[in-house]
């Protein structure tokens, strides 16, 4: 059951990820990016890590400042499209103070739904959509969920870009594994972690 105490482990767990990931994402984003994922996604989560000694009464009320403050704090393309997934998952956690399985499911769709339609991104055009979307698609209680995320990543590397910054790199982009599908695997998989 994923409890408030339990998605604010799952965020600090996802600081560390991505500080762990910091410089392999950069790099990855120089190779067809602009080069600040890595340093944007650290920013970002280290805002979200102040903010989770506060008190919230529902996972809607986390989730929703989640959202609120990775818009304001990452830089580029993710800060929207993060922010926006936590804020639409907000809306369907509401007032619940915890979630089985199949909530989680849902709200992590919905916070799918939304970096679709932001990013207008659809699976297959080398973004975090192709994380996010097969994924929660697959995924059932008690899966390898870590190893469903880490071959999808892998995945994205013999794709092209079509959409974002790597699509300016045309054919060149295949090779590289997307940064945003990486930084992607490492929220979804603290968050699974934590409803076992």
């Known amino acids: 059951m994923l409890t408030i105490d339990r ?9 560390v990820g991505i500080e762990d990931q910091k410089d392999t994402l950069t790099d990855l984003d120089r190779a067809i990016g602009d080069g600040d994922h890595g340093i944007n996604m650290s920013r970002g989560f280290d805002a979200v890590s102040s903010i989770l000694d506060e008190e919230y009464d529902s996972l809607g009320a986390l989730s929703k400042k989640v959202g609120m403050t990775l818009m304001s704090k990452v830089g580029g393309a993710a800060g929207p499209l993060y ?3 936590f804020v639409k998952m ?3 956690f509401g007032d619940a103070t915890e979630a089985d399985f199949d909530l ?3 709200a992590l769709q919905e916070g799918s739904n939304s970096i679709k339609a932001r990013g207008k991104s659809e699976v297959g055009q080398k973004t975090m959509v ?3 979307d097969p994924f929660l698609e697959h995924v059932k209680q008690g899966d390898d969920y870590k190893q469903q995320l880490d ?4 995945k994205t590397e013999d794709m092209v870009a079509t959409k974002g910054r790597a699509s300016y790199f045309g054919e060149n982009s295949r090779g590289t594994v997307d940064p945003g599908a990486l930084s992607s695997s490492i929220l979804l998989a603290a968050i699974m972690k934590e409803v076992d």
């Open 7 to 15: 998605m604010k482990q799952a965020l600090r767990d996802t600081q």
């Open 83 to 85: 922010g926006s997934a």
């Open 90 to 92: 907000a809306t369907k």
């Open 130 to 132: 192709d994380v996010w």
């Open 151 to 154: 071959e999808l990543v892998q």
């Open 104 to 106: 989680l499911k849902e």
